[in-house]
């Protein structure tokens, strides 16, 4: 079930600006349980929605790892994002027109203290365990550095304690697309939407590997000299997600992206990663090109008795996607070894 809250009070950023107020839109299926122990709160990535039972349909279900019928499983969409939440097109309540290219400057800590509100809201006193991947397990993190009696497992899956040069130089590539677009100076919801075409093209090669490519995309005909299996699928992609996302999202969702960095003003990475209490679990993937391996063996390395897991796939960052078999063992094996749900 879709619903929404809106938080009636002054949000402040960690920029230092304050939204007069913010809507959270919200999915939740199941129901808690007597003794309130059973929530699964699951952070979503950059351009999904909260609807996880439709994009991780492999992950949460009737039978799956996170089932309705034990299970009060709840993910809230992200500030800046374009499916319910507060975000660039959303009413400033101050001028009575969209924020657009206004839109204050949001952070993945910023994500996690408006969960935070949401869980507040809906009267959680403990969540059995948080799980996210890539932008998702960056807000999972910074929530249990915040909350770190609040959270009894953890699931890190595809994600780093600071984002890499490499994913900021990547992000940074896709934003100059976005602003190439000689509409992106415009007030409309559909500025800058060839730009952000091109920018997912870019996005989709540091999701991918080049061994997946060297499958699915493979040519049959050697004798082609155009019109390739891969420039079709790469201008796919990109009109995928213009019939489904903004500019400005995008825009605001990467820059929040390449904020992320636990240690900010909290004594460094290795600090802030010591606070959690969380028995963590720390997931790569082995030919991700975007978030490493090595950035996830990190967090298994400064959180207290984390473990660390790899799926193997040549889908790359992707993977924590599509690997739902893995992923599901992965989980499940986890809880058979420290806990009993």
């Known amino acids: 079930m879709i619903q929404k809250f809106t938080y009636n009070n002054p949000f402040e950023l960690e920029s230092g600006a304050v939204l007069s107020q913010i809507d959270i839109t919200y999915f939740s299926t199941g129901k808690l349980n007597r003794e309130k122990d059973n929530v699964i ?6 351009t999904a929605n909260a609807d996880v039972s439709d994009w991780w349909s ?39 027109t969209a924020y657009y290219h206004t839109f204050p400057q949001v952070t993945t800590r ?17 969540i059995h365990t948080v799980i996210g991947g890539s932008v998702g397990g960056q807000q999972a993190m910074e929530w249990a550095i915040e909350q770190p009696d609040l959270i009894k497992n953890l699931f890190l899956i595809a994600t780093n304690a600071f984002h890499s040069p490499w994913g900021i130089a990547f992000n940074e590539s896709q934003r ?14 559909d500025a800058g939407l060839a730009g952000m075409k091109a920018a997912r093209s870019m996005a989709l090669l540091s999701y991918r590997h080049y061994d997946a490519y060297k499958i699915t995309q493979k040519e049959a005909d050697i004798n082609k000299i155009d019109d390739y299996k891969a420039s079709s699928y790469q201008a796919y992609q990109g009109d995928k997600l213009v019939k489904r996302f903004n500019a400005f999202s995008y825009w605001h969702l990467s820059k929040a992206m ?16 010591s606070k959690i209490k969380a028995k963590t679990l720390s997931v790569g993937i082995s030919s991700d090109l975007l978030f490493p391996p090595g950035e996830q063996k990190f967090l298994a390395q400064h959180i207290n008795n984390a473990k660390y897991v790899e799926i193997d796939s040549f889908f790359g960052h992707d993977g924590f996607l599509i690997e739902w078999e893995q992923l599901d063992k992965i989980i499940s094996n986890f809880y058979s070894s420290v806990v009993n749900i």
């Open 58 to 96: 492999g992950v949460v279900g009737p039978g799956k790892v996170f089932d309705p019928e034990q299970h009060y499983i709840i993910c809230a969409n992200i500030l800046g994002s374009c499916y319910g939440t507060t975000g660039p097109l959303s009413i400033n309540p101050e001028t009575g």
């Open 176 to 189: 100059l697309a976005i602003t190439a677009d000689s509409t992106w100076k415009n007030n409309s919801p």
């Open 41 to 46: 709160w699951i952070c979503h990535a950059l």
């Open 110 to 126: 910023d994500m996690a203290r408006a969960h935070d509100i949401l869980r507040k809201h809906l009267e959680i006193d403990q």
């Open 258 to 273: 390449d904020s992320h960095n636990v240690g900010r003003c909290r004594g460094g990475v290795e600090l802030a990663l």
